[in-house]
């Protein structure tokens, strides 16, 4: 054992000083070392991020970086023209590099394949001549729903070859979520595949898709990729289906990419707000290229001749989009991708993956280190991971025993740890530290990237300055900022920008500590973040309600050990139906069925009534109380407090 992994040095970090500082030698090579990067980027924003977007391929270079007269509309890099895909690929493959891996991709029974840059710009114009000759063209939106295989950053890339809109859906969402979104998009055409692994079980992808499209007139086709050996066929095909091997295997492997202007859209992609309908992200060309290209080489400090990265996220999410496809093959580097579980085989499966690959920067969810954490030292310990020179963090606030845990198990006591804070809205990485500059401390994402604006402000939106804690907002405009929700102008402006006039109120609280290092809280609004994944409280009532048996329902984010947020639902039924562990199963199912197994509730709960407002708002920040075995808030509005006494017995009933 190492000094660096005794436990007294665990504890020193834990309770005494708190702090790691970049070792001297990772300073040294690092992209960014010198502290003076912010102050520089703060002089001039505009020229800051115009250096950036410098270092992409234009083919018509922009007239003007920023345009924010239409506020909160943003332009950037106006004039401009470039496509997406040829920062990825071409440009790569014309500087020689075509022969490094794009991918090292593992799937989860175990096959393996290799694929360059060069087989990744052959296989992305194939699929976009494929997509052209279905007459799939600029404008027209293509829904995704494939599990992580190259072919679904393939996809997404061929997509933006042609100038189609692509919108990826997370392949663990129901039919019911899948159709909303196509619908939302009015999508010509879908592609997925007919499978995947996970947990040494087949997962029938085209079942979903099949229940999906079946109310969804404005697809033409289905385009199915098959999983191979094993998960072939697990559907039948239908009339509609065209079958990969017979549209893209046969396209020549050139094709032109189309010439996008910066502001033209590159992707939709939803994430659950407030209300029960999920909101359209819609990204553009120019400012979100340039972003992912500089988040990703100054926070992950990539080396993309010798560095392999791997993001353990879903391209399904706003982080496999990012830093799983552009920002990473916008610079270049070569990634590990794996398909399936992380504990399969065994609970070791990551570190045997990162021994194997050699991966020398890793980003995870801290919800996944807390499941590492529980299921042993041991399986880390089994495998080399002295690759590893750098550790990320995504998704949620991420508790300092697991922090401190990373560090130690995963990153052998020396490896920087960047805790990175941002949302599917802004596109990339917002705060953060810089591994080669910030001095971090367990549970801060600290300060915000070099050319962006965060402040914290009061219920009235005063500033608070210095120390404190409020409402976190963004105050500048950022070249990867969303444009807008798709078909939802109201709901953007009002969703984003009304609360604090003139500033972007991305939905989080946060804290200022003594060194001016952000500290996030969580969510203020109706959100929950379940396994660092969006989820709203009234999506999830919605689908509660939708069962037969239920009159009412609210639904509230309790603690989770692992999921750092779990829904928990308080349910009254219907006359003539019974209170029961069966129907409880039952609604619990009926959520995962409507929306997805991330929705599903820990638990439901039988009430007779709900703690209400004399105006009749449900009152969650009560039934949170109950949850928690809190002594109960303030109560004064409540239109009956005895409610509150039924549910507790009722709670804890339960519980025990
Ligand atoms: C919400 C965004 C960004 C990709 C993954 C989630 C929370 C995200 C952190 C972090 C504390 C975090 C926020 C944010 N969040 N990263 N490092 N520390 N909280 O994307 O689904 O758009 O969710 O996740 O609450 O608003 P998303």
């Known amino acids: 054992m190492t000094e660096a992994q005794q436990p007294s040095a665990l504890e020193t970090l834990l309770h005494e000083n708190r702090s790691f500082s970049p070792p001297p030698e990772f300073t040294a090579q690092a992209n960014a070392g010198d502290p003076g990067i912010y102050a520089q980027a703060d002089a001039d924003y505009l020229q800051w991020w115009a250096d950036w977007a410098g270092l992409l391929d234009w083919e018509r270079k922009w007239d003007q970086v920023l345009d924010w007269s239409g506020a909160p509309y943003a332009k950037w890099f106006i004039g401009g023209r470039l496509n997406a895909s040829v920062q990825c690929l071409d440009r790569h493959v014309a500087a020689g590099a075509g022969a490094r891996v794009a991918y090292h991709w593992e799937g989860e029974p175990g096959d393996t394949r290799t694929l360059t840059y060069a087989d990744m710009l052959a296989g992305v114009c194939r699929v976009a001549n494929g997509l052209k000759s279905l007459g799939v063209g600029k404008g027209d939106r293509v829904t995704l729903y494939m599990p992580m295989v190259p072919e679904l950053a393939m996809t997404v890339l061929a997509c933006s070859r042609i100038g189609a809109i692509f919108s990826v859906v997370f392949a663990g969402f129901s039919a019911t979520s899948l159709k909303d979104r196509i619908q939302d998009q009015d999508a010509k055409l879908v592609v997925c595949a007919d499978a995947t692994w996970r947990r040494g079980k087949i997962l029938d992808l085209k079942a979903v898709v099949d229940e999906a499209v079946a109310a969804c007139p404005t697809v033409d086709h289905v385009l199915v990729w098959r999983r191979g050996e094993g998960a072939h066929s697990v559907s039948p095909g239908l009339a509609r289906d065209i079958e990969w091997s017979s549209v893209v295997d046969p396209q020549e492997p050139q094709c032109a990419p189309e010439s996008m202007d910066a502001e033209d859209p590159l ?126 963090t995504v998704g949620e606030p991420i508790n300092p025993e697991a922090w401190v845990w990373y560090l130690h198990h995963i990153g052998g006591g020396r490896c920087p740890i960047v805790d990175t804070w941002w949302q599917t809205e802004t596109g990339g990485i917002m705060i953060t530290p810089l591994p080669g500059i910030t001095t971090t401390v367990p549970g801060s994402a600290t300060l915000p990237f070099p050319g962006v604006s965060a402040a914290l402000v009061n219920e009235a939106g005063d500033p608070i300055d210095g120390a404190g804690g409020g409402y976190l907002v963004l105050d500048r405009p950022w070249p990867h900022m969303l444009r807008g929700i798709w078909g939802d102008n109201a709901r953007y402006e009002e969703t984003y920008w009304s609360r604090f006039p003139g500033r972007y109120f991305p939905g989080d609280g946060a804290k200022r500590d003594e060194q001016g290092f952000l500290w996030i809280l969580g969510r203020v609004d109706d959100v929950m973040n379940v396994s660092g994944h969006r989820l709203s409280t009234m999506e999830i009532e919605s689908a509660l309600v939708d069962h037969p048996a239920v009159a ?66 449900i009152m ?22 005895g409610v509150l006494d039924g549910l507790k017995k009722e709670y804890e009933s339960r519980e025990g």
């Open 552 to 617: 009412e329902a609210a639904v509230i984010g309790v603690p989770h050990e692992l999921k750092g947020q779990a829904p928990v639902g308080f349910v009254i039924l219907r006359g003539g139906f019974e209170a029961s562990a069966e129907l409880a199963m039952e609604l619990r199912k009926h959520v995962g069925t409507l929306i997805g197994g991330l929705a599903r509730p820990e638990q439901v709960h039988f009430t007779p009534e709900l703690p209400k407002t004399r105006s009749g708002k």
């Open 267 to 392: 992707f939709i992609l939803y994430t659950s707000g407030t209300t029960g309908k999920p909101k359209g992200i819609l990204h553009t060309t120019g400012g979100y290229m340039t972003g992912a290209l500089a988040t990703t080489k100054l926070v992950f400090d990539l080396k993309e001749e010798s560095d392999v990265y791997w993001c353990t996220a879903d391209i399904g999410w706003i982080t496999g989009h990012s830093y799983i496809v552009f920002g990473p093959m916008a610079n270049g580097v070569t990634q590990v991708m794996y398909e399936g579980a992380p504990n399969h085989p065994g609970l070791d499966r990551f570190w045997e993956l990162v021994a194997k690959y050699q991966v020398s920067i890793f980003y995870t969810a801290p919800t996944a280190i807390r499941a590492f954490m529980k299921w042993g030292d041991e399986h880390p310990a089994r495998h080399d991971l002295s690759s590893l020179r750098l550790l990320g």
């Open 620 to 641: 969650r920040r009560l039934l949170r109380d109950v949850a928690e075995g809190k002594h109960i808030g303030d109560t004064t509005t409540l239109a009956d407090p």
